[in-house]
Structures are given as structure tokens and as C-alpha cells.
């Protein structure tokens, strides 16, 4: 019996496979999928993972392919399992403050749910109305009030998963508390899929978060609003929110008629019990730092809407095909001003629109890159300017990736970052998940 009857025989299939390629990422090489297999049960994805192993062929999880790294991407003849219809949340438990859901939940609608019985399920990846749970896990999402509340990591309880020859196994706990043997729930937490496929997670909630407010601070330089994100966190305030938007960026909103200061912005919101001193106490350290204008405002976060839109409108005047090529590193937060000075010397350089926006407060930045997919000298400067980007990064003691992790994209960086006994460690428990390198299969590590 052939892959598709093996699999039709335990789990649905889709044999149009055309939109399962790829996930949001450019630069990634894709391959042509055999068939994509659509489970709705754990049964239907151990009989999938069974049936891959025994004719020896390579399976890619995909959740909502919003992924920005490759690491969704099918390669030649593989199946692509899909998780999207495993999306039933399985139980909501106030008195243990957690949730137990399938993995193809998407996060903003966990959220909702979970906000019904007055609790709250804090990370908030920007793409959170589309990507779901299980690539939140897989990637280690993180998101804007995670400077206050954390990233996906620190919501994980528990998870199933299925390894890769089809055998169930549970991680993790229901306790708020608990040690007994390795943490082998955060070994799969940014696995990217290679490690097993997360069938059930269970998270840790919060009670629900107040209404928060907040203030827009423009500064003349994005070094004196790099300061004001150090004096903030040295003075212990804990913002629900410390975002950045570079003058570059703040200059193509105000081009589409938004009357807002073309000069690097921050967002900082406070969500607590003392929100207006806190806020006031927020601004004044702004001004020390420099601040030319602030305006508290009660939907500051609402400024990051118009970014998507500005670049849209700078997209749809380049001409070809355009391109917006969405970075992400991280370094300690003292150093974000200079990398953001560095970015701005890597455009000229590279005669390139980069502009850089980002979760200043986890000194997280996502530089975006703007270009023509259908002009290679484009495509060259734009993989040129990624490189310096990155290399940037971990010069300032930072590193490759913050949040979107590391799929094929950045699978040579990644030996730059780490120490190489790490790395070989790394390695040898990927063969152990997966003896034969079946399990999205070129992802993360180049061998
Ligand atoms: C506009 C935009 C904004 C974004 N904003 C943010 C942000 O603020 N913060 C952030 O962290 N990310 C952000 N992202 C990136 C992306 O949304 C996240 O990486 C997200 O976690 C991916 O989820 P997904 O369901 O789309 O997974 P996919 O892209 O489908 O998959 C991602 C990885 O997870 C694996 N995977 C998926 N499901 C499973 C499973 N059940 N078991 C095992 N492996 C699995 C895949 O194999 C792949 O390696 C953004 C993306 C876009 C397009």
C-alpha cells in the first residue's frame, strides 16, 4: 500500500498541496509535499506519525504558517501535518488558573475564551488573531505585554506530544509548582517541530488584565529613546508594554497623513492598580531622557496599527514585486539605541528602506526590511543587509533570534551563537527524538 492509502486509512488527506508550501518567511527554500494530512484527533495524528516512520518518510508540522524563520516550510515528498483542525479548547479551570486546549487554537481566540471566566492568557504575538497555540509553543512566541508578563515558555505546563515513530508521551504538570525529573515540557517549548508534535498543551493563566493607559513619547535621537527605556526599567516600573518605533518608521505613517511626530517613538503602557502615577512617573523619565513631546494617551499601542498600513503604502510605490522581510534580534537592553544607530548605517550602506520597530522594553527589535523580490541585485543587498543585521546582534551581546526562532533562515547563525559543545548536545537530542531524521528535517541545525 502506497503513503496516501496508508494514511487515508487512519486521517484525512488533502492532496492539493499547494497552499501548505510555505510559511511567511522570504529567503526559505520550499519543496513540493507529497499530500498534507489533516487530523482532528491524537489518535489520527500517532496513525500519520506511525505510518511516516515505518516508509521512512519526512513529516513537517504546520500550524497557521504566520512563522517568520522557514521553519514550516515542506521539503520534497514529505507529508505536511497539519494541526489547524485539532482547535477544540479542552477545559478552562478557575480554581487551578490553567487551560487545556488542542494545538491548532488560534491564540487570540484561547484568549477570549479564557477571558469569559475572568482569567487571562497574557502573550500576545502581534499575529495572534491567526497563529495558533501549538506554533506559539513550538516557536517560543513572544509578544508585546511579554516585558510584564512573560513569553509562551512561561505558560506551559504540560504538554502531549507525539514523537516521531507515533508513541504518546506526557510532559509537565497541572501544579503550580513542581521538579520531579528532567523539564523535558521546555525541551519541545521552541523545538520548531523537530523534536515531536505537540497534540494538547496545558497553560497557566492569570486573573484578567485592567484597562491599561499609557503614553507616546518622540524623541530627537533613537539613543536618548534608548536611555529613556533604561531609565524606566532601572526605576522599577514594570510597563505592560515598552515599544519602539525608529523615526524611519514614524516618517512613513506621518507620509500617509497620520499628524505624528516623524522622530523615534515610544509606547509605554501601564496596566497596574497605580496606572496614572505610574504613566506620569513614566513620562517625566522620558522628558529627563530627552523626550521632545508627550502626549499620554489611553490607546497608545494603537500607533502600532498604522505601521502595517505605512508599509503597505511604501510597498505599493516600489514598483516589481515588494517584499517586507520581517527581522528579529534581540540584545540587552542597554544596548538597543546603538543597535538602531547600526541599523540606520546598514540601510544607507545597502540602499535599503529598513526601518525598526520592536519590544524595546525585552530589547527585542524587528527591523523591517523593505524589497523588491523581483530585482536579485535587491534580493542580494537585502540578504546582505539581513547579514550584517544579524552579526550586529551578536557583537552587542545579543542574539540571532528573540522570538521567531530559527527554522532554515538562520541555521548558519546559529552556530555563531553557540557555544559549539552546546550545539553538539543539541544535536545528539535531536537523533535521540528522532533516530531517523524524519521530523521536519533540515530545520534549525544544517546537518
Ligand atoms: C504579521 C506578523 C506578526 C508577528 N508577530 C509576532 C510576535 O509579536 N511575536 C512572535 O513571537 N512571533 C510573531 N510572528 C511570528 C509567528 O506568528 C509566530 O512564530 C507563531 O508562533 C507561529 O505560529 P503558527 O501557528 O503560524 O506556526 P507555523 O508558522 O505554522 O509553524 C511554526 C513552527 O512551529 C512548528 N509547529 C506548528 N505547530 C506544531 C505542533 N502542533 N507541534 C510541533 N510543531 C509545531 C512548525 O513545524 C514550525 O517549526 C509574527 C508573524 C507575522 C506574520
Known sequence: M???????EGCPVLLDTGGHLRDSAPFCPAGVPAVVALPTSVDEVRHVMRTAHRLGVPVVPQGARTGLAGAANAVDGCVVLSLTGMDRILEIDPANRLVR??????TATLASAVSQHGLCYPPDPVSRDTCTIGGNIATGAGGICCVKYGVTADYVLGLSVVL????????????????????????????????????????????????ASGLLAAFASTRDAGAAVAAVIAAGHTPSALELIDRTTMQAIRDLGHPVEPAATLIA????????????????????AGAVRVEVRQDALGLRRLIAAAMLAIMAGMGGRPTAFIEDVAVPRSHLATLIDQLEIIALDHG???GATGHAGDGNLHPIVLFDQDDPDAVRRAEAAYDAIMAAGLRLGGTITGEHGVGLLKRAWLRKELDPESLRLQREIKRLCDP?????????FDD
Not at 2 to 8: G, H, K, T, Y
Not at 101 to 106: A, I, K, L, M, N
Open 352 to 354: 535599503l528602506w529598513i
Open 101 to 106: 486546549c488542542e494545538p491548532g487554537v488560534v
Open 436 to 444: 531517523a531524521g524524519l521530523l521536519n528535517p533540515g530545520k534549525v
Open 2 to 8: 502506497d503513503l496516501i492509502e496508508s494514511l487515508r
Open 269 to 288: 503602557e501601564s496596566d497596574g492598580p497605580d496606572q496614572a502615577a505610574d504613566v506620569a512617573a513614566m513620562a517625566a523619565l522620558c522628558r529627563a
Open 164 to 211: 516521531s515513530d507515533g508513541r504518546l508521551m506526557r510532559t509537565g504538570r497541572r501544579a503550580v509548582k513542581g521538579v520531579a525529573g528532567l523539564d523535558l515540557t521546555h525541551l519541545f517549548v521552541g523545538s520548531e517541530g523537530t523534536l515531536g508534535v505537540i497534540v494538547e498543551a496545558t497553560l497557566a493563566l492569570r486573573p484578567a488584565r485592567g484597562p
